[in-house]
């Protein structure tokens, strides 16, 4: 099993959809969480960190569910400035480095 | 003013040419690590470095090899490039994994 698991995708919305990306990861001993956003050329940044409890930031909700070893990225409203592909990030077994799933690519059209 | 800076940002150049990629982070962090990002988009780490001192060193070819004269910059060394090579090379740097990553605009690879 890879250490971390994304559905890569493409998923292509109409703006104000809502999405729901999912992730799975193997190290159930992993403590740290992230969803990164990584444009065409760009380099990765973060979006958010993923908490126990979910967490919310404007349109982004990130859950956690640590018993299925499951993460999960839901934006509402989308906009055409979404537009990106979304990297699952998961700290390794030491703590000592984030390992990141393939992405899962969004399009958001008008 | 540029948090995590790599130089340079595109490299084309040939068959077992050796080359280096610089990186210099301005953020204060101890740890800086070198990241591979494929053809098929995959990032996977390389390497790492606390304070000067190797961290993580990954299954990667001994080709490659990193130096961290100082802990605000982390040099990648390539030798005897391989087709295989190309890539895009991110360099990040961090304070505590726990807070994420701060990653520097890559540099794109080619071997021909």
């Known amino acids: 099993r890879k250490e971390v698991e994304q559905d890569p995708g493409p998923f292509n919305v109409p703006e104000g959809a809502t999405v729901a990306f999912n992730c799975t990861y193997s190290?159930?001993?992993?403590?740290?969480f992230f969803w990164y956003r990584q444009d065409c050329r760009k380099e990765p940044k973060l979006l958010m960190s993923v908490y126990s409890s979910g967490n919310e930031d404007g349109r982004f909700t990130a859950q956690l569910n640590r018993a299925s070893q499951y993460i999960s990225l839901l934006i509402r409203d989308s906009k055409l400035s979404d537009s990106a592909t979304y990297l699952c990030v998961v700290i390794n077994q030491a703590g000592t480095a984030l390992i990141f799933g393939k992405g899962t690519t969004l399009s958001v059209s008008s | 003013d540029t948090a995590v800076s790599q130089t340079p940002k595109y490299l084309v150049t040939q068959m077992g040419n050796d080359k280096s990629i610089k990186c210099e982070q301005n953020l204060g962090h101890d740890t800086m690590y070198w990241y591979k990002q494929d053809s098929k988009k995959f990032l996977k780490i390389m390497f790492s470095y606390n304070n000067k001192e190797l961290i993580i060193n990954e299954t990667v070819p001994n080709r490659f090899s990193p130096k961290s004269p100082d802990k605000a910059h982390l040099n990648l060394h390539i030798n005897s490039l391989e087709l295989g090579d190309s890539a895009v090379y991110f360099c990040a740097s961090s304070q505590d994994s726990t807070y994420g990553y701060t990653f520097g605009s890559g540099t794109r690879l080619t071997v021909v």
């Open positions: 190290n159930s001993a992993s403590q740290s």
